[in-house]
């Protein structure tokens, strides 16, 4: 049920594919709680994904960029608020990709361009994005600005690989800019650490099945899924959440605070009695 929290707000939201993408839920949560606001990803992905029908649902413009490119980040922001009328309140960044993970490199194997790869699409495209929009100005006091992280960061997950240190620089981008755009221009920075959901890119991963299965297994609450982060990520472009900056948040049934669950441990035994 909408509760009109962003009414009037205007945003960017990146990284919306098709419908399993968690982009994509946020923008049809965004659209229903009254906001407008712009949708980009790269060309490519626009001619092989389903964007132009999200477009149609939220009557949203659609602005091809690639975040890492600092030129199209500019003619993002100055487009957006053309089309809007005016400076942002929130932004998303939903971007993440490797291509050690596609290529099936090990992570103590791995190619160091692909690792380069990783890290300016996963986590250095939203150092350029913040300091692009600081630069240009256009957010609003108040405004925020989300983008989606792993536990991974933290924790060492099998077959995460090179996205791991990817997801911790891009945490550490939002404390520190976080820091600086919040003093300056009262501004907030945060992340939000979901649970792992089988989207495009998340199937990708190896050994997915298994993990989300392991992970529901072990937290209390179950895994979050896209539209549960949806529905909390909307939360964070709202005003009721003024004064969270520079935070990561766990948004994952609770998975993050434990250690070994019974469903998860009966489980484990079952196979080890597999075995004798």
Known sequence: MPYNLLQSKKGIIFGALNDKSIAWKIAVRAHEEGAIFTLTNLPVSIRFGDIKNL?????????????????????????SMEILGGKLDFILHCIGMSPNVRKNREYDDIDYNYFFNTIDISAISFHKLLQKAKKLDAINEWGSVVALSYIAAQRTLHGYNDMADAKALLESITRSFGYIYGTEKKVRINTISQSPIKTTAGSGVKGIQGL??????????????????????????????????????????GFSSMGMSLKAMTQYTKCLEEEE
């Open 212 to 253: 989300l299965d392991f992970t529901e297994r072990m937290s209390p609450l179950g895994n979050a899924t896209a539209d549960e982060c949806a529905d909390f990520c909307i939360t964070l472009f709202s005003d009721l959440t003024r004064k969270i900056t520079m935070q990561n948040i766990y948004h994952d049934g």
């Open 55 to 79: 477009c149609k649902e939220c009557n949203a413009e659609l602005i091809p960029a690639d975040a890492t490119n600092p030129d199209d980040l500019e003619n993002l922001l100055k487009r």
